[in-house]
């Protein structure tokens, strides 16, 4: 698996192999042109059904008032949102993301629900996070950990901002099991939704590049061992939507 494979000096943009100094521009390319039409086309793509994955994250998460959490490749806001919201505004986020655009969306939504506290959006990258050792209660990544270039390096800095005690929760698209579900999920990922993104998105390339993303990110007990590598303990998953996303959760203990 290219995901966990550091000894080479390329890495899978898609199914494309490039060099890895060149994987976190193209992303940021890809989000940089979806970042207006983000969250109607996951709308769109999911049949609204990110909304309920994401609630699931913050229950499984079960966020205490007076709580710092870390949202890595936090996007426009959507698990940061949720997050306050379940402590009652008493809580503090970091939305860190790589992309500009997608954090200004991000931004001008929270602008738009009054939403005018608590939350810090910074701009960084997952492999290096621009906070101390031990300083924060929960860390969350949705969707964002399939793009990173070094996995296993943005999960050993999860662990290290993470206090004692701290709990990791990743939302990622996983592996499609049973297979009548998988044959209708393959057709529409790569036949309809590539063809959904041109149209609404003004960008087949950069949605056939999230297929492509998913189908090379490691399988739900893969992923788990990936956490445990970067010193996890207690590491549990769920499969959601009969596979086709996977929540992973971890303590630093
Ligand atoms: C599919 S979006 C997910 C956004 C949000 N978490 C959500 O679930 O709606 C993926 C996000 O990962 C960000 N990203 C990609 N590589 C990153 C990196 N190395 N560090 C931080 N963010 C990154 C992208 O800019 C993008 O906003």
Redesign the pocket.
């Known amino acids: 698996m290219a995901a966990s494979d550091n000894s080479s000096d390329s890495t899978h943009f898609g199914f494309r192999e490039v060099p890895k100094d060149d994987k976190?521009g193209l992303?940021?390319g890809v989000?940089d042109s979806v970042a207006g039409s983000?969250d109607l086309m996951?709308d769109l793509m999911s049949g609204g059904v990110?909304r309920l994955w994401?609630s699931a994250m913050i229950d499984w998460l079960m966020p205490r008032k007076g709580q710092h959490l870390l949202?890595?490749?936090?996007?426009?806001g959507?698990?940061a949102f949720r997050f306050l919201d379940a402590v009652g505004g008493d809580g503090r986020v970091t939305v860190?993301?790589?992309?500009h655009a997608?954090l200004s969306v991000g931004q001008d939504r929270a602008i738009d629900q009054g939403r005018l506290n608590g939350i810090d959006w910074t701009n960084?990258?997952?492999?290096s996070l621009p906070l101390p050792d031990k300083s924060v209660d929960a860390y969350t990544?949705?969707?964002?950990i399939r793009?990173?270039?070094d996995i296993p390096k943005?999960l050993r800095e999860a662990y290290r901002v993470l206090k004692p005690g701290g709990r990791f929760l990743c939302?990622e698209f996983s592996k499609v099991e049973a297979p009548v579900l998988k044959e209708f999920y393959d057709f529409y990922s790569f036949k309809l939704l590539p063809e959904i993104g041109g149209i609404v998105a003004k960008d087949k390339a950069s949605y056939q590049y999230?297929v492509e993303s998913i189908r090379q990110f490691p399988d739900a007990d893969e992923f788990a061992d990936m956490l445990r590598v970067a010193g996890f303990g207690q590491v549990k998953y769920r499969r959601l939507s009969g596979g086709i996303a996977a929540l992973h959760s971890g303590w630093r203990l």
């Open positions: 976190a992303v940021r989000f983000y996951n990110h994401k949202d890595v490749a936090g996007g426009t959507d698990i860190l993301d790589i992309n997608m960084g990258d997952a492999q990544i949705a969707f964002g793009n990173v270039t943005a939302l999230l």
